[in-house]
């Protein structure tokens, strides 16, 4: 059965010269390599305030000074959502920070002399940290969830394992490939995961052998022809979207009934901090989850692979088809290293998930 090429919408042309600008800055974005996805959040957030600009009569980039800039912040301050909750202030900075590099591409091109937004200052930015991390035995409890005997069950769980076991990020998971699967080395090949690097993750006995029953049973009645190989997919034999791998994931969750609520990221976040608790240290996480560097000011430190798997496999709770339950001595909670990690976690859900 032939997949369905689906019909996209022809782009509505530029009516005035602040959305022409924004194209031209997006397709400079494209030849500069940056991913699709990056180019689509910079696009609503860009978008978001042209429609803002629009509503005060405001189309030239001339007319956009520093006090309109400033203005359009205080209405990001003072908004509010459906549910009537403000936005977050790393929200109200990812908005923003687009705004700040679409003008001053702007200027380097001479479209506008002097830069608006340079001297525009962004909300302060804490390190709060998730509350809702799962526990090992929480974890345990939400990968018993899906029904196994059920094909789509079956894809749940590898999905599950496979987040947990690896800490991928949502957007790598679902481009992962069947080629990229290297069961007999314990290693899962990430192409072009965030900033498009390629890397190896280590990925535990026990989710390769929920991965390996999957493809060998699941797999076979859910793909359809032409098959691009990619490991997870829909009833429809399609590659999942972000917002329904993001459902299907939080549904699970939700069953377990835990009094959490979370999905792919919570994961992640859960895997990284019970590997750290489990004595891991922070380095081998940092590689692990594909982090270059844990702060700005810090040197990346470079770990090889067969190290980073012997880590994974003395460390993380589900490493083992059988793993040992025997209390290990946690690491400082104190450490600012590990602090500096879960806040890049944190920084990082809400750029995959901004509210």
Request: hydrophobic share 40%.
């Amino acid at each position: 059965m032939a997949r369905v090429a689906k019909q996209r919408k022809p782009e509505a042309k530029p009516e005035t010269a602040l959305e022409w600008l924004m194209n031209e800055h997006l397709n400079a974005l494209r030849v500069k390599s940056y991913s699709e996805y990056t180019v689509r959040n910079r696009l609503v957030h860009i978008r978001s305030f042209i429609a803002w600009a629009k509503q005060r009569g405001l189309a030239e980039p001339l007319e956009v000074t520093r006090p309109v800039l400033e203005s359009y912040q205080r209405y990001l301050f003072y908004y509010r959502k459906k549910n009537g909750e403000p936005l977050s202030f790393r929200s109200q900075h990812a908005r923003l920070v687009p705004l700040r590099v679409w003008f001053k591409w702007m200027t380097r091109q001479n479209h506008i002399l002097h830069n608006p937004a340079s001297e525009v200052d962004l909300p302060r930015l804490g390190r709060t940290l998730p509350k809702n991390v799962f526990s090992a035995q929480e974890m345990e409890l939400i990968l018993l969830q899906p029904e196994i005997g059920d094909p789509i069950g079956l894809r749940d769980r590898a999905i599950l394992e496979t987040l947990y076991s690896t800490g991928l990020r949502r957007l790598e998971i679902i481009n992962l490939k069947l080629y990229g699967l290297q069961f007999d080395r314990g290693l899962i090949v990430v192409r072009e995961g965030k900033g498009r690097k390629d890397r190896y993750v280590p990925i535990g006995e026990r989710a390769v052998a929920w991965l390996e029953k999957y493809i060998r049973e699941a797999r076979p009645q859910i793909a359809i022809e032409p098959d691009d190989l990619t490991v997870f997919l829909t009833a429809q034999g399609e590659p999942f979207s972000r917002d329904h791998l993001t459902f299907v994931v939080r549904q699970h969750i939700a069953n377990a009934k835990l009094g959490k609520s979370g999905a792919c990221h919570l994961i992640r976040h859960s895997m990284a901090t019970l590997m750290h608790e489990n004595g891991a240290d922070i380095r081998y996480i940092q590689q692990l989850l594909g982090h270059e560097d844990i702060k700005p000011t810090q040197i990346y430190t470079h770990v090889a692979i067969r190290t980073l798997q012997q880590v994974h496999a003395a460390t993380h709770p589900a490493a083992k088809l059988d793993p040992a339950h025997a209390p290990k001595e946690s690491a400082s909670p104190d450490d600012p290293a590990a602090a500096e990690l879960l806040a890049a976690l944190h920084a990082e859900a809400h750029e995959e998930d901004p509210e």
